[in-house]
């Protein structure tokens, strides 16, 4: 079964309030975590990765958070945009250190105007 | 770079009838994987390939198959194909964690 899943399918924000996007981990053996955007019709983007040797990593409006004592990381989006309308999903390598990746289910975020 | 390319975008498919679904990629990436996306899912892993004449399965390969003839390109067979294979898609290539995505196939079997 899957090793990583999101706490809520839909998260719905107001533009310009921030997004937080939740994963859950159950291999405490995990050590590399990844986000990926995925919009309407296309293929998922990568837009961060975060390594178990780290508790914070920024990069443009996005940051993720990585608690390895209860498995959770998340995914926080500043100022959210309509541009950031799409499903977002956490994924991890499985096993650790292989180059395959498993996905969780994804949460769908939309913005209200 | 074109990235990564996948053909056709669309198919609808008989069940029974075979095809091949195309992907590739001019990054020059050794690792390609094939993923399956179904409704309210995340992407479930079919086949994944980390070199060229090197295939292995992953979470769902029944009805499946693949070969990685050159490191460009990693095409999947569907050879009788099922409503149950109704899906999207989507190839991917990477030379570490970081996959690239193609676009999609939107497959239909009926």
């Known amino acids: 079964g899957e090793s990583v899943g999101l706490h809520l399918p839909t998260l719905s924000v107001q533009e310009g309030d921030n997004s937080i996007i939740n994963c859950a981990y159950s291999n405490s053996a995990s050590d590399y975590f990844i986000w990926y955007k995925q919009e309407s019709g296309k293929g998922p983007q990568f837009i961060i990765d975060i390594r178990s040797n780290m508790d914070k990593r920024q990069g443009q409006r996005v940051t993720v958070l990585l608690n390895k004592t209860v498995k959770h990381l998340s995914l926080q989006i500043a100022a959210t945009q309509p541009g950031d309308s799409a499903v977002y999903f956490c994924a991890e390598p499985n096993p650790p250190g292989a180059q395959k990746l498993v996905f969780g289910q994804g949460t769908r975020l939309t913005i209200n105007p | 770079n074109a990235g990564v390319t996948q053909t056709p975008k669309f198919q609808v498919l008989k069940t029974g009838q075979s095809m091949t679904l195309q992907c590739a990629q001019d990054?020059?990436?050794?690792?390609m994987s094939w993923y399956r996306q179904d409704p309210g899912m995340g992407l479930r892993l079919i086949h994944y390939?980390?070199?060229?004449?090197?295939?292995d399965q992953g979470e769902v390969p029944n009805g499946y198959n693949v070969s990685r003839s050159t490191t460009e390109d990693f095409p999947l067979r569907l050879l009788s194909a099922a409503p149950s294979q109704t899906s999207v898609y989507f190839c991917?290539?990477?030379?570490?964690?970081?996959?690239?995505f193609g676009p999609g196939t939107r497959l239909t079997v009926t």
């Open positions: 991917a290539s990477s030379t570490g964690w970081e996959q690239y």
């Open positions: 390939s980390v070199g060229a004449g090197i295939t």
């Open positions: 990054m020059n990436h050794e690792y």
